[in-house]
């Protein structure tokens, strides 16, 4: 598309003859008419885009100069003006200042764009002297116009000058508008560049965050999921998947309720519903049977830029081991509070049985020798009789005392489960009554435990008495023995229990069982549910004890109208069986004439034990304490065959009593006895292996047949 410029006719004259700038002015300023030159100047104002008339295309702006000084003023003047000369008909010859030369070569120092054009008849300088003085833009802007000129080739070289300066012009704006539309084309360029670097970084940057959100998303350990208002699973991290056990795509398809609680709607206690009505986040904790766990779920809304909830966050936290834990904890805290109520209420029995047996030494003691003394038809033996049956019940609860706390002296021997359960069979029988049917299943071969089998068979004889009570119209009572392997799993439990082999002794009723709320403290001393005057509420207390003094371990299941049944564990050993043959005869009391050294600092139990010796034909020496046995000892010059020895006396106990005695006289065998319990006598060594003792109270025909035994042996 042709640029539009104000067309430039401007044309200076320099010639220092007057006449000659006449002509000029003759010429250029004339009317051309309809001429051919006329119709050439109007097609060429055509072809340039210019519409005014062929006339105005010839009407020259014409600047006349006689000097070279004259025309270099009019230049620069139209130059600041903004209307610079187009073209220039220079003289070379000018005497009296700046010839051509000089004039054209400072005009274009002032503006190189100026047509010249040398007129001249004659020149000593040749036209490429002159063309040196223009710049390499302008080396065509020349032209060599000799004089005399006619009118015609003035006006065609005029017209030709300036049709030159002002196309070049046109070409000039042209070619700066092109580069300004370069300079924008290319600066939009840039631009649109940097735009795309732009994008192309933030594309990186988005990716690169959308990938650490992925991996963050998928690295935590707690499953969310992202769902809709409808329930529907949007978005899952591969917790979720792990978690619930659905694969990702299967997950993302399911709605929230099937895939936590495997069910067809939402429960009635959804959290997610409930956020509907509230818009705030809400948590729960619960077993969730559909992943077989206990979890924390959480429930997160999801608002838009309006604060309008679109959508739910579910974060759900596997929290099952610690609420396994905290009920291992709470179940361990229940059995400490336990022990140590049972710690507590032990010591406190261990206490008053050391009192009591002191007490009931005399009672059942005298009691037996006056029963021994007295005639059969004597009206006092009778009485006598019944006091000393007292007193052995009085024992028997003692013993159930320390059997409860854990703390009487144990004779452990390897046994049979089997073979105690089968001595026990037909005195059982009789205990619960013919309206009992009693199943014994001891057809296995079981491992050995270490036990005390008196305190075993008492533990049995409680379990009956309890069943038989709780069957007062019949029934049935079994016993069991079997062994059992027990793990870790199974250990669980039953609180502390190692792993390992076990005997079990199972014993159970079909009685009328016992209420859920009462199991926690049916093994608790003196509690019962039997009518007053029925029962001590001993009985399972004794057995919790006994087994626990075993290291075994003991449950209880029980359904009401259904039956009760114990679950006794003993540890299995592998010792092996003692070929030792107990004698049951009743026989009279043994007796002797050897000389006993009697340390007892209890009067009563001194009097009774010195009476019932002497009795027996036996030679005593009395002392109310070690240190007086030790007197004793020294003073006396005659052999003492045995020291029969409380353990716990003031001064000098009956342990330090019998070193030193042994000492001064190895020959002299040693028999402890106290009322004490094992965790005080076994802090003097009394209970080591091959140590003869005897729990008070000590019974006259007891004693005398231990006495023997012992000074008989070799």
Avoid at 208 to 218: D, R
Avoid at 352 to 357: I, L, Q
Avoid at 600 to 616: A, H, Y
Wanted: net charge negative; proline share 4%; glycine share 8%.
């Amino acid at each position: 598309m042709p640029v539009k410029i104000k067309f430039n006719r401007s044309i200076i004259c320099v010639d220092d003859e007057e006449g000659v700038l006449d002509s000029y002015r003759d010429v250029l300023l004339s009317d051309p008419g309809k001429d051919l030159f006329s119709e050439i100047l109007d097609g060429e104002s055509r072809r340039d885009g210019d519409s005014s008339s062929s006339d105005r295309l010839v009407e020259y702006t014409l600047f006349l100069a006689e000097s070279g000084e004259e025309a270099i003023r009019i230049v620069e003047q139209e130059l600041a003006q903004g209307n610079p000369v187009a073209a220039g008909f220079f003289d070379m010859r000018m005497p009296g200042g700046m010839d051509g030369y000089e004039t054209i070569k400072r005009i274009k120092e002032i503006d190189p764009r100026v047509f010249c054009a040398v007129v001249t008849a004659f020149y000593d300088r040749n036209i490429d002297q002159i063309r040196q003085l223009f710049v390499d833009d302008h080396q065509d802007e020349l032209l060599y116009f000799r004089k005399p000129f006619s009118s015609m080739e003035l006006k065609q070289t005029a017209f030709n000058m300036i049709s030159v300066w002002n196309r070049k012009r046109a070409e000039e704006k042209q070619f700066e508008e092109l580069s300004e539309a370069y300079e924008k084309l290319k600066l939009e360029i840039d631009e649109r560049e940097c735009v795309q670097q732009n994008l192309e970084k933030t594309q990186e940057l988005l990716t690169t965050a959308k990938n650490e959100w992925e991996e963050a998303f998928n690295t935590i350990n707690d499953a969310i999921t992202i769902h809709d208002l409808d329930f529907n699973i949007l978005r899952a991290n591969l917790a979720a998947e792990k978690m619930f056990k659905v694969p990702m795509e299967q997950l993302l398809n399911q709605k929230c309720y099937k895939t936590y609680h495997g069910l067809d709607s939402p429960p009635e206690w959804c959290l997610a519903g409930k956020l509907g009505h509230s818009p705030e986040s809400s948590i729960k904790e619960y077993f969730e049977p559909q992943i077989g766990k206990y979890i924390e779920v959480k429930v997160l809304p999801r608002l838009d830029s309006n604060n309008t909830l679109i959508g739910l966050i579910h974060v759900t936290r596997d929290i099952d081991a610690r609420k396994r834990a905290e009920e291992e904890q709470a179940r361990l805290q229940g059995e400490l509070i336990h022990a140590q109520k049972m710690e507590v209420l032990g010591r406190l029995a261990g206490g008053v049985a050391h009192d009591f047996n002191n007490v009931l030494t005399p009672i059942v003691g005298y009691s037996e020798l006056s029963v021994m003394k007295l005639p059969a038809d004597n009206p006092v033996r009778k009485h006598v009789a019944l006091i000393h049956e007292a007193g052995q019940r009085a024992s028997g609860i003692v013993k159930q005392l320390l059997a409860f706390s854990r703390k009487q002296v144990l004779e452990m021997k390897p046994a049979s489960l089997n073979l105690i359960v089968e001595n026990m069979a037909k005195m059982l029988g009789r205990l619960i009554g013919e309206d009992i049917i009693i199943e014994i299943h001891t057809e296995q071969p079981t491992g050995r435990v270490m036990v005390d089998t008196v305190q075993i068979e008492q533990v049995l004889m409680n379990l009956a008495v309890n069943a038989r009570d709780a069957m007062p119209k019949g029934g049935h009572f079994s016993i069991d023995v079997a062994d059992v392997e027990i793990t870790d799993e199974d250990a669980a439990p039953l609180g502390r229990m190692d792993p390992g082999s076990y005997v079990l002794l199972r014993v159970g009723d079909t009685g009328s069982g016992i209420q859920p709320e009462l199991l926690d403290k049916i093994f608790e001393p003196f509690f019962t549910t039997k009518a007053q005057g029925k029962g001590t509420g001993l009985g399972l207390a004794t057995v919790y004890g006994v087994v626990k003094q075993h290291n075994g371990f003991i449950s209880v299941d029980s359904e009401i109208g259904t039956g009760t049944t114990f679950a006794i564990y003993l540890p299995v050993t592998e010792e092996d069986f003692e070929n030792k043959v107990l004698e049951n005869d009743l026989r009279k009391m043994p007796g002797g004439t050897e000389t006993v050294l009697l340390a007892e600092d209890d009067q009563p139990s001194l009097q009774l034990i010195s009476e019932t010796l002497q009795e027996l034909g036996y030679k005593v020496l009395e002392a109310c304490d070690g240190t007086e046995a030790m007197e004793v000892c020294e003073s006396f010059a005659g052999k003492i065959d045995v020291l029969i020895t409380d353990v716990i006396m003031p001064g000098l106990n009956g342990r330090d009593l019998a070193d030193k005695l042994i000492a001064a006289r190895p020959e002299t065998k040693i028999i402890f006895m106290s009322g004490y319990t094992d965790e005080f006598i076994a802090r003097h060594g009394i209970l080591e292996p091959g140590v003869i003792f005897l729990q008070k109270p000590v019974m006259p025909s007891l004693l005398a047949d231990k006495l023997r035994e012992v000074l008989d042996e070799q």
